[in-house]
């Protein structure tokens, strides 16, 4: 069972091993489709940008973390300097709070939207867009051509950060039918009309890691992995 990190720097190793994978499943997309490494399909557009993406957040984190051991001398921190430095107004728990939970729920909405547009994109290559528009038809089809069960921990697991991403619409509440899961012991809990409680940056890290486990199956399925070029439609 993971362990929850006891400081924030603890999210960083984590973040380098699903950038790593990514590279991995990008290197497995030149090799079977005949590509190049630069070039613009959308699987590697995609896995790109979510290299970006999580590398951008891990420097973020490097940075803030940096200024504070700047801040601290023989083991003291010197709050006025580091609060002057960042040009916060608030006391030291509540800019930290500020930054990161910004940060942390920023980087979920992107990180899902880039995952929506390659399943996407790979649709629309596939002639197999769904009639009716929304992420839960989009996942259904793009689990169906690739032959994985449509009401399958895949399933679960791409719509519980679909399900985190449209919390952020209402104000934190899940609106929508109830779901449950564990995923490495952890538990996501989405009651309809209740505050989602699993938003926290060891839940996404352990979703966003198996959202990639289910995103690299699909581009190494039989319809998806010998594609010459998906183009990037959106």
Known sequence: MPQKPKHIMELIPKFRKIVEDLERIKKYVVMESNISYTSQD???????????????????IQCCNSLANFHTKQETFEETGFL????????????????FDHLRLGFMTLIHFKIDNVFHNILK???????????????????SQCSFSKKGAEKDILTAFANLRNSLHGNGIHRTRDLMLKIDQKEFNFIKDSRVECASWEHIVI????????????????????KDVVPSFC
Request: charged share 25%; no cysteine.
């Open 207 to 226: 979703l966003l890691e198996a959202n990639v486990k289910i995103l690299k199956k699909i581009i190494q399925s039989d319809k998806v992995k010998k």
């Open 42 to 60: 959308a699987r590697m557009v995609a896995l790109d940008s979510l290299q970006i993406s999580i590398s951008a957040v891990s420097m973020w």
């Open 125 to 143: 290559h596939l002639n197999a867009l769904p009639k009716k528009t929304g992420y839960w038809y989009l996942t259904d089809e793009i689990l």
């Open 84 to 99: 002057k430095s960042v040009g916060s107004g608030v006391n030291k728990e509540q800019t930290e709070m500020i930054m």
